[in-house]
């Protein structure tokens, strides 16, 4: 699966958890992951404002925070798929992570492109994106099989291995340069083709959520449901950021 948080084993080993207090459904999972969102936004706009009153030095603390507070609430979730009691606090944690994050992320675009134009437009960006692919799943204009799925796990492996390469790269060497990650055209080209993994990403999420409600998983596995969309989420907003910020230093 593309989405390390949706694997096989979110519906595999259906069998072998406890579904006396309900199975999940796919309205359970949508709301569950508004809820996240919301506690991302509400984080968000904490940092976010903290950026706008000139308090920098704190929002550094906060983004930081959010990257290592993030990652370890996203591991504890995932290694604790079977313990009701620590995967959905973990969920909830990682969210307000999260949240602080995409604050300090913002405001730094913001700054760069001299105005907060282009984060309305990449939270407009991924939330139309995210709509149309769950219209393009659910009408199966696009249907989600084995060789989508391989091929979208092979794609995302791949920006992985690139952005890993690129941050080794740039500790040895700060000044170095990538064209992928420039601004030019073969940049902006690049975090296109990115934003459209992302987006492909959505699809593997949506089939592997039905697939529970099919296998009639435990009903707290809405959470891990829409912890696997957020994770999709957040990455394609931040690809967005991304691409708007190379096409505007392009003009």
């Known amino acids: 699966m593309s989405n390390p948080i949706l694997n096989s084993k979110f519906s595999n080993d259906f069998n072998t958890f406890d579904t006396q207090e309900g199975v999940m459904s796919i309205q ?8 996240l969102l919301a506690i991302t936004v509400l984080s968000a706009s904490y ?8 308090f920098t030095d704190k929002v550094n603390i906060l983004t930081t925070a959010g990257v290592i507070g993030g990652l370890i609430a996203a591991f504890v979730a995932i290694f604790n798929v079977r313990n009701k009691a620590v995967l959905i606090p973990a969920v ?12 300090g992320i913002s405001g730094s675009y913001a700054v760069i492109t001299k ?13 139309a994106t995210m709509f149309a692919m769950l219209i393009l799943y659910s009408t199966r204009i696009i249907k989600c099989g084995e ?18 390469v690129n941050f080794i790269v740039s500790l040895f060497n700060p000044n170095a340069t990538s064209l992928l ?18 987006a492909f990403n959505f699809i593997v999420d949506f089939h592997i959520i039905e697939e529970g409600q099919n296998k009639e998983m435990p009903k707290y596995f809405e959470w891990y449901g829409a912890f696997g969309l957020m994770v ?11 691409l708007f910020a190379k096409i505007s230093d392009n003009n």
Do not use: H
């Not at 359970?28 to 809820?35: E, L, P, Q, R, V």
């Not at 940092?47 to 000139?54: P, V």
């Not at 909830?92 to 604050?103: S, T």
């Not at 902006?188 to 459209?196: A, E, P, R, Y």
């Open 28 to 35: 359970g999972a949508a709301i569950k992951t508004f809820i």
């Open 181 to 198: 990650m420039g601004s030019g055209p073969v940049g902006i080209g690049f975090s296109f083709i990115v934003c459209l993994i992302a």
């Open 232 to 242: 999709t989420l957040i990455w394609l907003y931040l690809e967005v950021l991304r």
């Open 92 to 103: 909830i944690i990682y969210a307000i992570f999260e949240g602080l994050l995409l604050g």
């Open 115 to 127: 105005g907060s134009t282009i984060i309305v437009n990449a939270v407009c960006a991924t939330f």
């Open 147 to 164: 060789k989508l799925r391989s091929t979208v796990f092979i794609a995302t492996f791949a920006v992985f291995v690139i952005y890993a």
């Open 47 to 54: 940092t976010f404002m903290q950026f706008i009153q000139g």
